[in-house]
């Protein structure tokens, strides 16, 4: 017997057979979907205790999912760091973090997010002295949009105890001025050197970023996740908080192997399976990011010598992943730049020998040569991408690639062409607005917020990207319980105010989210 009954939609189920527009209703049984259809076929499962709901020709699809989202950092940014996304000039910067560090005078550390220089007349980012401005007896850690730099006041550099001597972290920079001194900024593992110096959120705290988090995802029609980088006191957070109930939505987490700072590498997890919350893949990082500079390339970045940072050990990673792969884990794979996926193909490949059908994704790709591409497909390797960084860091990749390497920057048809499972993600808080309905937009038009295009022919459809952010993100997480509309999957859904399959794309993200069911239940509505 159906619980609920929904009638009078446009259903994109995502099926095998799926076609737009053949089926009008959807009947949930509990948790589960018991049938998509026409509802002169499923009328039948109404019974007196059902539900019945009027859709009023809204449509219904699965629940969005952001197969690469750092959920407790976003809620950080709404809870207990300064998000300083957007802020337009140093001046502005300086001022919100005076405004925040006098307002907050019980804080031990003032820590802030998300500064992106490129969109700044100055183009420059803070250094110590900017920072000593704001305070020189409090130490201050504001990190870059990209989460791969850091920019720390004197305060700081002095409990970090890093001066001109200190021996700088393998697969990372402390970068000096011109007096031979720190100048203040760190470039990826030597972030950990002073992170690891600010006192850690308690499980409790973190649980709060995570609901608040949890509330803009819902907001968007996000039912399901993937946390790329969790350490061990996140994963109790997240375990705690599915052993109460307490989830709301279903998490796949990525456990990070070997923490910044430290070469030590974390205990491999053991493998965990529940309705809400699965482990069964852990994170690497071989590079950084591309609007730093500091994702590896092969060649030079645009006007510039620098070719970005490889962080990891080929030899040491190896080994890593090989035991995870003998233990059941997955592995997933920072990997932005083409010499950064070069090297990480070839390490999935010889693991593809013996572990064929171990998860083996590379997060972002954001550069891959075609020949890399081929590598991939012949040997089972997944991704999760971002177009959405064309929409908001386009600016940087403009600024700081040639052209060969914009033609070639998050190329999701040509990975679609290889048949590569690919799925689309956001890697919030790197982009500060993570609709999954502005990914979708950026991958088939190609824009950046100012309105330029980069390589338009890598533009997909939006039936192809729809599916980036649903189905195949689940596949990619070696998960088939949810993902699409289909009888005996768990009924994780969203009601749309309109098809996005016959919307025009310059709409697309004017489409509103009306309802979001997690696990047969709603656990958001719009209210107008
Ligand atoms: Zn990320």
């Known amino acids: 017997m159906s619980t609920l009954f929904i009638h009078n939609a446009h259903i994109i189920s995502f099926q095998d057979d799926f076609v737009n527009g053949v089926c009008d209703s959807i009947a949930i049984n509990g948790n589960v979907i018991e049938a998509v259809g026409k509802y002169e076929t499923l009328k039948s499962l109404i019974h007196p205790g059902t539900q019945v709901v009027d859709a009023?020709?809204?449509?219904?699809?699965?629940?969005?999912?952001d197969s690469h989202i750092h959920i407790w950092k976003v809620g950080n940014l709404k809870t207990f760091m300064l998000d300083v996304r957007g802020v337009k000039s140093k001046e502005e910067l300086i001022e919100s973090l005076t405004d925040y560090y006098l307002n907050n005078p019980h804080l031990k550390w003032i820590t802030a997010r998300g500064f992106n220089e490129v969109i700044w007349q100055e183009k420059f980012m803070p250094t110590?002295?900017?920072?000593?401005?704001?305070?020189?007896?409090?130490?201050i850690y504001l990190i870059r949009t990209c989460a791969h730099i850091a920019a720390c006041n004197s305060k700081a550099l002095k409990i970090a105890?890093?001066?001109?001597?200190?021996?700088?972290?393998?697969?990372?920079?402390?970068?000096?001025?011109?007096?031979?001194?720190?100048?203040?900024?760190?470039?990826?593992?030597?972030?950990?050197?002073?992170?690891?110096?600010?006192?850690?959120?308690?499980?409790?705290?973190?649980?709060?970023?995570?609901?608040?988090?949890?509330?803009?995802?819902?907001?968007?029609?996000?039912?399901?996740?993937?946390?790329?980088?969790?350490?061990?006191?996140l994963i109790e957070a997240y375990k705690e908080m599915n052993d109460s109930d307490r989830l709301g939505f279903r998490l796949n987490i990525l456990p990070i192997i070997l923490p910044d700072g430290s070469s030590k590498p974390f205990p491999l997890p053991d493998t965990y399976s529940s309705p809400f919350l699965t482990i069964n893949t852990v994170k690497f990082f071989a590079d950084g990011g591309l609007s730093g500079k500091t994702a590896a390339l092969k060649r030079f970045y645009k006007n510039s010598q620098e070719q970005g940072v490889l962080r990891l050990d080929k030899k040491q990673y190896k080994a890593l992943s090989r035991q995870c792969m003998e233990k059941g884990l997955g592995v997933?794979?920072?990997?932005?730049?083409?010499?950064?996926?070069?090297?990480?193909?070839?390490?999935?490949?010889?693991?593809?020998?013996?572990?064929p059908s171990t998860i083996k994704?590379?997060?972002?790709?954001?550069?891959?040569?075609?020949?890399?591409?081929?590598a991939m497909a012949t040997n089972n390797i997944a991704c999760s991408m971002q177009t959405i960084f064309l929409d908001e860091l386009g600016k940087n990749f403009i600024q700081y690639l040639d052209a060969d390497y914009l033609n070639q920057c998050y190329p999701v048809q040509a990975v679609l062409n290889h048949h590569i499972l690919m799925a689309l993600s956001s890697d919030a808080p790197v982009v500060k607005n993570f609709n999954p309905l502005k990914g979708i937009a950026a991958a088939v038009t190609r824009k950046t917020n100012e309105g330029e295009t980069i390589a338009a022919k890598e533009g997909i459809s939006i039936e192809a990207a729809l599916k980036a952010y649903t189905l195949n993100a689940a596949t990619i997480g070696g998960e088939d319980r949810f993902g699409s509309l289909q009888n005996g999957k768990l009924a994780d859904f969203i009601l749309l105010d309109k098809n996005p399959l016959v919307t025009p794309i310059e709409n697309i993200t004017a489409i509103k989210v009306l309802a979001t069911y997690v696990d047969g239940k709603k656990v958001w509505s719009l209210q107008e």
């Not at 920072?334 to 010499?339: L, S």
């Open 56 to 65: 009023k020709g809204s449509t219904i699809m699965p629940g969005f999912n």
């Open 128 to 139: 110590k002295i900017d920072l000593d401005k704001v305070s020189v007896d409090k130490p």
């Open 161 to 233: 105890c890093i001066d001109a001597d200190t021996k700088v972290p393998a697969g990372g920079t402390i970068q000096l001025g011109n007096d031979g001194h720190p100048n203040g900024l760190l470039n990826e593992t030597a972030l950990g050197l002073v992170a690891n110096k600010i006192p850690p959120y308690s499980k409790e705290d973190l649980k709060i970023m995570i609901l608040a988090c949890r509330e803009e995802m819902y907001r968007y029609g996000i039912t399901a996740a993937t946390d790329p980088a969790a350490d061990p006191t």
């Open 332 to 355: 997933a794979t920072h990997a932005i730049g083409d010499a950064a996926i070069e090297m990480i193909i070839d390490v999935y490949k010889k693991l593809n020998k013996d572990f």
């Open 361 to 374: 994704r590379i997060e972002h790709l954001g550069l891959p040569e075609k020949k890399q591409l081929q």
